[in-house]
């Protein structure tokens, strides 16, 4: 069966999983690499970073997905409010550079009938999956779908979701899945904010609160050379000058999201309400030794 039409230089737009897989199985099959960016749309500058990423991989096709995923939202979540500016964010692809857009309903990827999903495992119900009970499940069917579809040789996610790019990656290294997810580190406004696409939620006055979740993370980050308990120490008492962010969890985790180490690289973990708006965020931090931390430091 011959594949569908494919311009290159131009952005390629399909809607079902027949076209696209057929597309880029055609594109593998005369040496070219296929790297794919999955997003829920609402484009921003994160994304865009993602992108130019993936656009650096030499003898490679950029490819993003656009798919306000139904199953990774709980119940009273903004599922019916997400944004979904379709003709921008397309705007945005081809400003980029991608030349796939792949931009399926719901009906294209679930059959009324469908009952399997992929299990998180113990991570998916701790952290986000604790506030999120079966978040971390619905990301992962929908990412799974994406990379069986399209089979991407590299897929870029960004380090904002840091424990969604861990089960991502480890997603892919327990079903032995082709593809190699590539993180990209969190980009932020001038301010120190996070881009996330529920900015948009935020009022003026909440905007500013919201600088809590990073000053919390900055101030945590900065403690890493005494301890454990100097970072966490650190960080609330930040983000408790800001009335107006409600934590969710604050925590410290080894890179793997499993226990923080005594010495070396850890990431510290928050999310917050600012009003009705959820937000979350993450740095990596260095703990004792790896800081700097000894007798050299001390004198």
Known sequence: ????????????????????????????AVGRKVALVPTMGALHDGHRELLRRAKRVPNTVVAASIFVNPLQ???NEDFD????????????????????????????????????????????????GASRPGHFAGVLTIVAKLFNIVRPDYAFFGEK??????LIKKMVRDLDIGTRVIGV???????????????????????????????????????????????????????????????????LRGTDLGPAPVDGEA???????????????????????AAGYGPERER
């Open 73 to 75: 939202f709980g119940e």
């Open 185 to 251: 580190p969190t980009v932020r406004e001038p301010d120190g904010l996070a881009l996330s696409s529920r900015n948009v939620y935020l009022s003026p006055d909440q905007r500013v609160e919201a600088l809590g979740l990073s000053e919390a993370l900055s101030a945590g980050a900065k403690a890493g050379i005494h301890g454990a308990e100097a970072v966490l120490d650190a960080a609330r008492g930040a983000v408790a000058k800001r009335p107006g962010v409600t934590v969710d969890y604050l925590d």
């Open 1 to 28: 069966m011959t594949a569908p039409k494919f311009v290159r230089n131009e952005l390629n737009t399909y809607q079902t999983p027949d076209d696209v897989g057929r597309v880029s199985a055609a594109l593998r």
């Open 267 to 289: 990431r510290l973990l928050i999310a917050a309400r600012v009003g009705s708006t959820r937000l979350i965020d993450n740095v990596p931090v260095l703990l004792g030794a």
């Open 161 to 166: 979701d840091y424990q969604q790019l861990v």
């Open 81 to 128: 409010a997400y944004p979904r500016p379709l003709e921008d964010d397309l705007a945005t692809l081809t400003e980029a550079g991608a030349e796939i857009a792949f931009v399926p309903k719901a009906s294209d990827l679930f059959t009324e009938d469908a009952a399997v999903t992929v299990h998180p495992g113990p991570l998916g119900d701790e952290l986000e």
